[in-house]
């Protein structure tokens, strides 16, 4: 990797970890636990569009774990580290392999694998099956989210995306 490339992870992990605190902050938008923009997810998914597979790794597992550590609460993490791994996989399964040219449809299929690995992370954890009731808003939650966040990942992607190439 580059000191280039190295500098660019480094700034887009400090980017997705101040978005993740903020938004950690923020006050619910649904009386519904779990559900809330997820707006560090437009830092992976450029880091998925323009820099490699194994970066975008990395930028997404340090910001799991320095947001884990910062936020100080450790289900915060466990929660964060089994979604964002499962969303990550499928979006990168999408993108590469099955190349899938819609970075928003990628992004709405990785929001609610998030959100079903949360659910049954939460399941498995309290052996509750009663957290079922959830799923129909958490599908709706990680259809309308990762919309969101993978229309704005294109509107860039439009807009700027072959500057972005040319200084990678």
Not at 129 to 155: C, D, K, N, Q, R
């Amino acid at each position: 990797m580059t000191p280039k490339r190295l500098t660019l992870c480094g700034v887009l992990t400090a980017a997705a970890l101040s978005i993740f605190v903020l938004e950690a902050q923020l006050p619910p938008l649904l009386p519904i636990p779990g559900i809330k923009l997820g707006l560090s997810n437009l830092i992976t998914l450029f880091a998925l569009l323009y820099l490699s597979p194994l970066e975008a790794v990395f930028i997404l597992l340090a910001r799991i774990l320095l947001g884990g550590f910062l936020i100080g609460n450790p289900s915060t993490l466990l929660y964060s580290l089994f979604g964002g791994i499962a969303c990550l996989g499928v979006e990168l399964l999408l993108l590469y392999p099955l190349k899938v040219p819609y970075i928003w449809a990628v992004s709405a299929v990785g929001a609610i694998v998030h959100n079903l690995m949360q659910l049954s992370l939460a399941i498995l954890i309290t052996k509750a099956a009663s957290l079922l009731w959830y799923l129909p808003f958490l599908l709706i939650a990680g259809v309308l989210t990762g919309l969101f966040t993978g229309y704005a990942i294109h509107l860039f992607d439009k807009h700027a995306g072959s500057q972005m190439r040319r200084l990678l």
